[in-house]
Nanobody, 123 residues
């Protein structure tokens, strides 16, 4: 059973940066594709970014050029570097792990989820 734990959320002003971390335990991290999703108040959870186990990535259009997903297979940790943050980026951010080679932009494609970390961007 894989367990995921997010950290690094907080309050930041518009234009600022945050780096989220997702620490994995209980599985073979290097064999998983990883994803980040977010859920804003009153909205459905949405895809943010994904990386396969080789580091190939995809992003939502709303964050492309501002966010970067990465992973350290030695530290069993995935990261989401968020730059040029906007108030509309305010949400709970979740990391997820997917068994298999392919990355995915779909929630149902993921097998394991963290509990989330709050990111609040003030204007």
């Amino acid at each position: 059973q894989v367990q995921l734990g997010e950290s690094g959320g907080g309050l930041v002003q518009a234009g600022g940066s945050l780096r989220l971390s997702c620490a994995a335990s209980g599985g073979t991290f290097s064999s998983y594709a990883m994803g980040w999703f977010r859920q804003a108040p009153g909205k459905e959870r949405e895809f943010v970014a994904t990386s396969n186990r080789y580091g190939s990535t995809s992003y939502a259009d709303s964050v492309k050029g501002r966010f970067t997903i990465s992973r350290d297979n030695v530290k069993n940790t995935a990261y989401l570097q968020m730059n040029s943050l906007k108030p509309e980026d305010t949400a709970v951010y979740y990391c997820a792990a997917r068994i298999g080679v392919l990355r995915s932009m779909i929630e149902s494609g993921y097998n394991y989820w963290g509990r989330g970390t709050q990111v609040t961007v003030s204007s």
